[in-house]
């Protein structure tokens, strides 16, 4: 499904990743854990190319680039198997929640609008957010938005969903709420990559916990 080797990146003489090999299985649910500055959340974004590493490999399910010879079309292929939930929701202010979720279908899908609007408020009442599709971001709780975040990711039909501390800005009233939805996506069988403090999630519902220490994986098990 996902298999990572050698990889590294760098911020000027930062060595953030030095050299990780790491893989998912379809249907699993890992959790990146560890220190801030481990390197989480930058392995999560080099997984779609948000980060562009200097050296190693990607392969999601038959979608492989090296970063020694990388072209637009690998990155744009790389980028169709996933799909990102981010910490700090990343909603466009000026649209409905319903157009920030069919945003990417019609731009990027080249889905025509009635049928981006369905499968977009299918997506919405999936995440119990079917009444708020007429909402913009200002009128929603943080908790609301997420989930918001989280339709979006789903519409587009991704192989692995990368949620990057999808709880951390949430006020603690909300973090169930949000989790809620992950461990409902989790039960349908959806290959999820989380970066997360959360450990009531990582207990709960992780099925593989990663530990990341100054750039490299330092151990991996179950969460027991």
């Known amino acids: 499904m996902i298999e990572v080797n050698g990889l590294k990146k760098s911020y000027g003489d930062n060595e953030v990743l030095r050299g990780?090999?790491?893989?998912v299985k379809k249907g699993e649910i890992v959790t990146l854990i560890g220190p801030s500055g481990a390197g989480?959340?930058?392995?999560?974004?080099?997984l779609n190319w948000l980060d562009a590493p200097k050296a190693g490999t990607i392969r999601i399910d038959d979608a492989r680039v090296d970063a020694s010879h990388v072209?637009?079309?690998?990155?744009?292929?790389?980028?169709?198997?996933?799909?990102?939930v981010f910490q700090h929701y990343n909603l466009f202010a000026n649209r409905t929640a319903l157009q920030n979720v069919t945003e990417g279908l019609i731009t990027v899908k080249k889905m025509n609008r009635k049928q981006?609007?369905?499968?977009?408020?299918?997506?919405?009442?999936?995440?119990?957010?079917?009444?708020?599709?007429?909402?913009?971001?200002?009128?929603l709780s943080g908790g609301q938005q997420q989930r918001v975040g989280i339709a979006r990711a789903l519409a587009v039909d991704p192989s692995v969903i990368l949620f990057d501390e999808p709880t951390s800005a949430l006020d603690p009233e909300?973090?169930?709420?949000?989790?809620?939805?992950?461990?409902?996506?989790?039960?349908?069988?959806?290959?999820?990559?989380?970066?997360?403090?959360?450990?009531?999630?990582?207990?709960?519902?992780?099925?593989?916990?990663?530990?990341?220490?100054?750039?490299?994986?330092?151990?991996?098990?179950?969460?027991?």
């Open 40 to 46: 989480k959340t930058t392995l999560l974004r080099t």
């Open 174 to 224: 909300w973090v169930g709420e949000v989790l809620g939805v992950m461990n409902e996506i989790a039960s349908d069988g959806m290959t999820m990559v989380v970066v997360s403090h959360e450990m009531r999630f990582v207990r709960s519902v992780a099925t593989r916990v990663a530990f990341l220490d100054e750039g490299v994986i330092v151990e991996e098990g179950t969460p027991e």
């Open 116 to 139: 981006a609007e369905s499968k977009g408020k299918e997506m919405l009442d999936r995440v119990g957010l079917l009444d708020k599709a007429d909402a913009y971001p200002a009128f």
């Open 20 to 23: 990780v090999d790491f893989s």
């Open 71 to 84: 072209t637009k079309r690998q990155i744009r292929s790389l980028r169709e198997k996933t799909a990102m």
